[in-house]
C-alpha cells in the first residue's frame, strides 16, 4: 500500500485496509447472537483476511481450500447474512467484468473505487475532501449518511496510450 498523507490514501491495487482487524467478522456475528458453524467460519476467515475484492466464486474457492467439504449455497447464505448485517459491501466495480459483483468488509473510513475499464485494477483512495463532501450533503440536504459507495473509471498509466500519457511530474 501507499500511503499520501493523512488527509488523503491511496492503495496500489491492494484493499487499503486489508487484515487490519482479523477476526472482526467472527466476533461481530458471536456478539449478535449468530451461530457460527465451521464452514460458516471459513467464509468468514476469507473475507476477513481477503487482500482484494472477491467474487463469490472466489470466495468458494478460496473455503473449499481450507475444506473440500464446504457447500457453494452455504457461501451464498453467508454473504447475504453479513450483507444484511452490514458487515461486508457489494460492489460492481462498474461491471469489468460482466455482471459479477464483489465483496469487502466494512473499512474504518469510506473510500472510493477506482478502476482501470481496459486492465481491470481496482485501487482504492481516501480523502478527507470526501468526507468533507459528504458532510456537505448532510447539512445541505438534511440527513444523515449511513453509508456512500462511489466508483470511478478511467485508465492507469500502464494502459494510457503512450501518445496521450502525460508526462510524469
Do not use: W
Request: a positive charge; charged letters at 35%; glycine letters at 6%.
Amino acid at each position: 500500500m501507499e500511503s499520501a498523507s493523512v488527509a488523503n490514501r491511496f492503495s496500489s491495487g491492494e484493499r487499503i485496509n486489508a487484515g487490519a482487524r482479523p477476526g472482526r467478522l467472527e466476533a461481530e456475528l458471536g456478539s449478535r447472537g449468530r451461530r457460527l458453524t465451521r464452514q460458516r467460519r471459513l467464509i468468514v476467515r476469507v473475507m476477513d483476511t481477503a487482500q482484494r475484492h472477491l467474487d463469490i466464486d472466489e470466495i468458494y474457492e478460496r473455503a473449499r481450500k481450507l475444506d473440500h467439504r464446504i457447500h457453494r449455497v452455504t457461501v451464498y447464505r453467508t454473504v447475504d447474512l453479513l450483507k444484511r448485517m452490514g458487515l461486508i459491501d457489494e460492489l460492481d466495480l462498474l461491471h469489468l467484468r460482466g455482471d459479477r459483483h464483489y465483496y469487502e468488509t466494512h473499512a474504518p473510513r469510506e473510500h472510493i473505487h477506482i478502476a482501470c475499464l481496459r486492465c481491470g485494477k481496482v485501487r482504492e483512495f481516501e480523502s478527507t475532501l470526501y468526507d468533507e463532501m459528504k458532510r456537505q450533503i448532510e447539512q445541505q440536504l438534511d440527513m444523515k449518511i449511513t453509508m456512500s459507495r462511489t466508483e470511478v473509471g478511467g485508465y492507469c498509466r500502464s494502459c494510457l496510450p503512450a501518445a496521450k500519457r502525460a508526462p510524469a511530474s
